[in-house]
Protein backbone atom coordinates (compact mmCIF):
# COMPACT_ATOMS: atom_id res chain seq x y z
CA UNK A 1 0.00 0.00 0.00
CA UNK A 2 1.18 3.65 -0.42
CA UNK A 3 2.15 6.14 2.41
CA UNK A 4 -0.60 8.30 1.19
CA UNK A 5 1.06 11.06 3.67
CA UNK A 6 4.15 11.01 1.67
CA UNK A 7 2.60 10.70 -1.88
CA UNK A 8 0.62 13.81 -1.14
CA UNK A 9 3.91 15.91 0.06
CA UNK A 10 5.58 14.92 -3.02
CA UNK A 11 2.49 15.79 -5.33
CA UNK A 12 2.38 18.94 -3.73
CA UNK A 13 6.17 19.56 -4.64
CA UNK A 14 5.73 18.24 -8.34
CA UNK A 15 2.60 20.64 -9.09
CA UNK A 16 4.11 23.51 -7.34
CA UNK A 17 6.97 22.80 -9.86
CA UNK A 18 4.67 22.52 -13.06
CA UNK A 19 2.85 25.97 -11.15
CA UNK A 20 6.41 27.80 -11.62
CA UNK A 21 6.67 26.39 -15.14
CA UNK A 22 2.92 27.17 -16.17
CA UNK A 23 1.49 29.20 -13.62
CA UNK A 24 -1.86 30.45 -15.19
CA UNK A 25 -1.92 26.27 -16.08
CA UNK A 26 -2.25 26.34 -12.02
CA UNK A 27 -4.08 29.32 -11.56
CA UNK A 28 -7.19 27.86 -14.03
CA UNK A 29 -6.76 24.57 -12.44
CA UNK A 30 -7.42 26.57 -8.49
CA UNK A 31 -10.34 28.55 -9.92
CA UNK A 32 -12.15 25.43 -11.50
CA UNK A 33 -11.47 22.99 -8.37
CA UNK A 34 -12.46 25.98 -6.20
CA UNK A 35 -15.66 27.47 -8.40
CA UNK A 36 -18.03 24.96 -6.06
CA UNK A 37 -17.78 26.00 -3.06
CA UNK A 38 -18.58 29.81 -4.11
CA UNK A 39 -22.50 29.19 -4.46
CA UNK A 40 -22.71 27.23 -1.02
CA UNK A 41 -24.93 24.89 -2.01
CA UNK A 42 -23.09 21.93 -1.14
CA UNK A 43 -20.98 21.59 2.57
CA UNK A 44 -17.07 20.96 1.66
CA UNK A 45 -18.17 17.29 3.43
CA UNK A 46 -20.13 16.76 0.85
CA UNK A 47 -18.50 18.06 -1.62
CA UNK A 48 -14.98 16.09 -0.60
CA UNK A 49 -17.37 12.86 -0.56
CA UNK A 50 -18.34 13.77 -4.22
CA UNK A 51 -14.67 14.33 -4.71
CA UNK A 52 -13.77 10.88 -3.87
CA UNK A 53 -16.45 8.84 -5.48
CA UNK A 54 -15.35 10.39 -8.37
CA UNK A 55 -11.64 10.23 -7.84
CA UNK A 56 -12.11 6.44 -7.85
CA UNK A 57 -13.77 6.32 -11.32
CA UNK A 58 -11.69 8.49 -12.82
CA UNK A 59 -9.09 6.33 -11.03
CA UNK A 60 -6.85 9.03 -9.84
CA UNK A 61 -4.48 8.39 -7.10
CA UNK A 62 -3.67 11.99 -6.25
CA UNK A 63 -7.21 13.10 -6.42
CA UNK A 64 -7.94 10.29 -3.46
CA UNK A 65 -5.01 11.45 -1.67
CA UNK A 66 -5.58 14.60 -1.31
CA UNK A 67 -9.44 14.37 -1.04
CA UNK A 68 -9.10 11.52 1.63
CA UNK A 69 -7.62 14.32 3.66
CA UNK A 70 -9.54 16.69 3.04
CA UNK A 71 -13.06 14.58 3.55
CA UNK A 72 -11.33 13.26 7.09
CA UNK A 73 -10.47 17.16 7.88
CA UNK A 74 -14.62 18.16 7.26
CA UNK A 75 -15.41 15.52 9.37
CA UNK A 76 -16.42 12.74 7.17
CA UNK A 77 -16.51 9.27 8.67
CA UNK A 78 -15.06 6.11 7.45
CA UNK A 79 -19.18 5.02 7.13
CA UNK A 80 -19.93 7.66 5.20
CA UNK A 81 -16.86 7.85 2.75
CA UNK A 82 -17.60 3.94 2.27
CA UNK A 83 -21.16 4.65 1.54
CA UNK A 84 -19.87 7.09 -1.55
CA UNK A 85 -17.38 5.15 -2.72
CA UNK A 86 -20.41 2.67 -3.04
CA UNK A 87 -21.82 5.12 -5.42
CA UNK A 88 -18.59 5.03 -7.13
CA UNK A 89 -19.00 1.14 -7.72
CA UNK A 90 -22.59 1.41 -8.57
CA UNK A 91 -21.73 3.63 -11.70
CA UNK A 92 -19.05 2.13 -12.79
CA UNK A 93 -21.01 -0.93 -13.16
CA UNK A 94 -23.98 1.42 -15.22
CA UNK A 95 -21.36 2.75 -16.89
CA UNK A 96 -20.20 -0.98 -18.27
CA UNK A 97 -23.97 -1.95 -18.64
CA UNK A 98 -24.13 1.17 -20.95
CA UNK A 99 -21.40 0.49 -23.29
CA UNK A 100 -22.18 -3.15 -23.04
CA UNK A 101 -25.34 -2.28 -24.91
CA UNK A 102 -23.06 0.31 -27.20
CA UNK A 103 -21.38 -3.11 -28.51
CA UNK A 104 -24.48 -5.01 -28.75
CA UNK A 105 -25.28 -2.41 -31.15
CA UNK A 106 -22.38 -2.15 -32.74
CA UNK A 107 -22.39 -5.56 -34.12
CA UNK A 108 -22.61 -5.98 -37.90
CA UNK A 109 -26.47 -6.54 -37.95
Known sequence: ?????????????????L??????TLRGYQGLAGAGAQTGHLDAKTRELIALAVAVTTRCDGCIAVHAAEATRHGASREEVAEALGVAVALNAGAAMVYSARVLDALPQ
Open 19 to 24: GQLSPQ
Open 1 to 17: MLDWDKYREELKTRIGE
